[in-house]
């Protein structure tokens, strides 16, 4: 087999209202890098990236003259021919590379006729379990529903998310305030479900004393773990040292050097593996046998997927024997999908694992075509702007969170 085409289309996807985060927003929608690499056997695989746009979709075309001709069985040779290590302090493609490595898994499993999950090693799950994802959001700025500022308000949304999906596990993505507010509606949170399980993920914005202080105001809670309460790997430790609470990555181990790093002198006990920031599915197999052999934790981690990015995640979580915690995704906060069949069922709080040769799903063309044509009218989104504070600049650690009393609805177009 040979790939013989390789086309990039950026699309635009409703979510149900705009989240909140530490840096700034998803203003209503994620935007997302559709791949197709074709085969001179007429094979389709599937791949799928974070933002888009024409720069990006050049990206992709431009690895057209490293890739047409190649074999997609080569994967190993793939990381080398596109994302050398050394080569990579000037183009780094580590997530072009895995979009690409997903749709080379996607052919080889439908040339072969078994599910991606099985040229991994095989399944030893066939659902994997997801946490409820829960943001501060804005109020969806066409309904006016939707809005998560207060306790009263998260508590509402989080049951209505349990009752609809199942979920056993609950996360709360925080950052948007000051930590003093959030730790209550974090407790509040854990107080309300008892038997579930909790995680508060701030994306590193705390200071280590603040973050001390945190983690020992949950620790009675029943806690997977904390998850990034500061940015690097030595307020990492410097919090560890004080907490009883796992503390979780997805920020400061993604990539091998650092998981060494961390290994010899340990900051997180829980290593999030995104099929993205890793240079794909394979990345994480291999760091989750990492992490295995040293008895470091291990889940999934989501950085907004749709449904081809979501099938790399179950794929995934289906082959890692060390998939410890209930994984992330974003999905449910998707208002559609475009894949054939429309979004994938939750269960129980989990979706099942695809049986379809490949990564099991299909593109749905007219589905396509619309967000792609959404995009072409409402363009990216400032993922690290704040609707509500157009003048404000996030710090690490930050100091200038926004007010729980600000009730104000920003103006979004979507
Ligand atoms: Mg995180």
Sequence with gaps: MKI????????TVPIEAPLRHANGCHWGRFVRTIVEVETDNGIVGLGEM???GESTEAAFRAMKTYLIGHD???LEELRFLIANPTASLYNNRTQIMAALEFACLDILGQAWGVPVCDILGGRLRDRVPFASYCFFRYA???TGRGEVRTADQLLAYAAEMKKRYGFTSHKLKGGVFHPDYEVEVYRALASAFPGDSFRFDP????STEQAIRFSQAIEHLRNDYLEDPVFGLNGMRRTRQMTRIPLATNTVVVNFEQLAANILNTAADVILLDTTFWGGIRACVKAAAICETFQLGVAVHSSGELGIQLATMLHLGAVIPNLSFAADAHYHHLADDIIEGGLMPYENGAIKVPDQPGLGVKLDRRKLSLYSDLYKSLGNYPYDRDPGRPNWTPLVPNDRWADPADD????IPY
Excluded: K, S, Y
């Excluded at 013989?4 to 699309?11: E, K, L, Q, S, Y």
């Excluded at 104000?408 to 103006?411: F, G, L, Y």
């Design 140 to 142: 969806n700025p066409q």
């Design 408 to 411: 104000r609805a920003p103006e």
């Design 72 to 74: 997609p069985v080569r």
């Design 4 to 11: 013989t085409d390789i086309r990039a289309t950026t699309v």
């Design 50 to 52: 974070g933002g888009g």
């Design 203 to 206: 994306n590193g914005v705390l």
